[in-house]
């Protein structure tokens, strides 16, 4: 099936920001990386998504680092970003045996200890998109299901991670992340009425 290039092209993009958030969700941000998003095809990108991005310095670093250990990481009032926990209300529940079921068809980049953590699966939400944008590539509803059984959960860690913010940057991202999950929930429940 030839899909048109605008579907194809969009889906990759989908892709991409599915990759940005998994990637900000599992790395504290670094001198590198910050340096990386104030590069001009980063900074435009980071500029239609709404998020500015600190200077590139060590104090801004150490403030992110801060806020990233306060949101996600505790000791206390935290957003832990983990499936199971928003769930179950514990790590390693019957979620993580329906991801080593996903673990089986898709391989992320990334290795996890813990199955069911946000960043790996919205990484591996990136990955069946791009499989299903190919143009060689039979029509699938592997993302409509992944979607449904292990992404959707994630607008309500990042309301919560929006409220427990401090910095620009992770309110920003949080946002605009909280927002890209909502449109994608609309768009699966589009496609799960064809």
Same mark, same amino acid.
């Given at each position: ?9 969009? $889906?990759? $993009?989908? &892709? ?17 990386? *910050?340096? *990386? ?27 992110? &680092?801060? /806020? ?11 957003? +832990? +970003? ?7 209300? #514990? ?5 993580? $045996? ?18 069911? #953590? &946000? ?9 069946? *998109?791009?499989?299903?944008?190919? +143009? ?8 409509? &299901? ?25 309110? /920003?991202?949080?946002?605009? $992340? ?12 589009? /496609?799960?009425?064809?």
């Amino acid at each position: 099936m030839q899909l048109p290039q605008n579907i194809s092209n969009e $889906a990759v $993009a989908r &892709a991409g920001l599915y990759e940005l958030y998994a990637r900000l969700l599992l790395n504290e941000v670094d001198l590198e990386m *910050l340096s *990386l998003f104030h590069r001009p095809e980063w900074g435009s990108c980071f500029h239609e998504l709404g998020i500015n991005i600190p200077p590139g310095n060590a104090m801004s670093v150490e403030t992110l &680092a801060v /806020d990233y250990c306060n949101i996600f990481i505790g000791p206390k009032d935290f957003c +832990p +970003p983990y499936q199971s926990v928003w769930e179950d209300g #514990h790590l390693q529940s019957e979620v993580v $045996a329906s991801m080593n079921d996903y673990l089986e068809v898709v391989s992320p980049v990334t290795t996890q200890n813990i199955k069911d #953590h &946000a960043g790996l699966q919205l990484e591996m939400m990136s990955q069946i *998109l791009r499989y299903e944008s190919r +143009p060689d590539t039979e029509p699938s509803t592997l993302s409509v &299901a992944f979607f449904h059984d292990h992404i959707g959960w994630t607008e309500r860690m990042f309301s919560l991670g929006i409220e427990l913010a401090k910095t620009e940057f992770y309110g /920003d991202f949080l946002s605009s $992340a909280e927002v890209f999950i909502a449109s994608e929930k609309s768009r699966f429940r589009l /496609d799960l009425a064809d």
